[in-house]
């Protein structure tokens, strides 16, 4: 009987523990779904390909490139583009998303 009692009492404290709850999940995907997360993981993971590839590269390629390393040089600025967006995640992170307030009398 105290259960119900005290369910009865605060009926709305359940709520905003659950809401609560769903917002700290909704906040935690969203930061993890963040396209700036997605767009500097790839750009890293590519560049560190590319930069392997054009760590050695063969004689026919660089005679296509005119005498330049273009796999160096695009691989590294793949992996400076990808580490600046996961920089830019961690110094500006998204914002928690803010629900509009409910009138307790309505």
Not at 19 to 47: C, H, M, N, P, W
Not at 76 to 90: D, E, N, R, S, Y
């Amino acid at each position: 009987m105290s259960e119900n009692s005290e369910h009865s009492e605060h009926p709305g404290h359940d709520v905003q523990r659950e809401v609560s709850e769903l917002e700290g999940k909704s906040t935690t995907a969203s930061r993890l779904f963040d396209l700036r997360v997605i767009i500097g993981g790839l750009f890293v993971v590519y560049g560190v390909i590319v930069t392997i590839a054009g760590i050695n590269p063969s004689q026919a390629t660089l005679d296509k490139a005119e005498g330049v390393n273009i796999n160096l040089w695009t691989g590294i600025a793949m992996l400076l583009l990808g580490i600046f967006f996961l920089g830019w995640v961690k110094l500006r992170p998204v914002p928690p998303v803010e629900l509009p307030e409910e009138d307790e009398g309505a």
